[in-house]
């Protein structure tokens, strides 16, 4: 009688399990599809306000910002030669298709209410740098952080912070002038304090890497244990330094 009471437990717990883990999947689903169109909606209303405040143009591709390109990405970049990778793809002019040593990306992690006021003074700063404009190719911006947030923890991914800012930059040298900018202007603002994946800090507001996430979660053998850079032997019979100064420690 024992044996058939512990059957039914396991046999009701397992339904149950599974109706709530299904409950869950389609929770996050049903909040995605809604932060989709909240997004698309808050995307094209900040679109319409950076366009009149700022100098820049501004486009919306998969409920991003995306600013206009200032320099063209390098069309053979170093690249890793276990990849195979000779072609510096992009998809949508942004996300490279395999791994690239040369691209750096730094995150800039306003607080939400200061979204559009950060996006203003990193456009403003731009214009008014030629050195730093020469030195970025492109920057978007991802609007209801928050809210995106919280899907990726429904779905188990507490560790993929993320990032709301995103500036890329292809060269060491221009990941590093356009870092040093960053820390020189908004050094003192205030940020959630949350780094995006595979970022080194700077401050709650500055954060920067190497390379792209989805490359970090593809590849793990290919970077260091951080994650925030590619191994120095990556490029086959070289030794590469790829590492920023972070000038919050100068």
């Known amino acids: 009688m024992k044996r058939k009471q512990f059957f039914i437990i396991i046999i009701f717990t397992t339904i149950f399990l599974g109706s709530f883990t299904q409950t869950m999947e389609e929770t996050s689903q049903s909040n995605y599809a809604f932060w989709k169109e909240k997004s698309k909606t808050r995307a094209s209303e900040l679109t ?10 501004f486009y919306i591709a998969n409920n991003q910002i995306v600013s206009e390109q200032f320099n063209d990405f390098p069309g053979s970049p170093i690249t890793s030669p276990r ?18 040593v040369s691209l750096y990306k730094i995150h800039l992690m306003p607080r939400d209410e200061d979204l559009e006021k950060a996006t ?8 008014s740098n030629p050195e730093l404009k020469n030195a970025i190719n492109v920057f978007k911006i991802i609007p209801m952080y928050e809210q995106f947030q919280k899907i990726l923890e429904e779905r188990g991914e507490e560790s993929a ?14 990941a ?18 949350r780094a995006p994946s595979f970022n080194e800090k700077v401050t709650d507001f500055i ?4 390379g792209d996430r989805g490359d970090k979660i593809n590849y793990p053998d290919l970077f260091e244990e951080s994650g925030v850079y590619f191994k120095p032997d990556i490029v086959k019979g070289r030794i590469l330094d790829f590492h920023l100064i972070n000038p919050a420690q100068q």
């Open 48 to 57: 319409s306000q950076l366009t009149q405040k700022t100098e820049i143009g």
């Open 83 to 100: 990849i195979g990778s000779s072609r510096h793809a992009f998809v949508e002019g942004i996300r490279p298709r395999q791994p690239i």
């Open 120 to 127: 203003i003074a990193l456009s403003t700063l731009i214009q």
């Open 161 to 174: 912070q993320a990032p709301k800012i995103v500036i890329y930059t292809t060269d060491k040298q221009n």
């Open 176 to 193: 590093q002038t356009v870092l040093n900018k960053m820390y020189k202007h908004f050094k003192n603002w205030p940020g959630v304090g």
């Open 207 to 210: 954060f920067f890497a190497q």
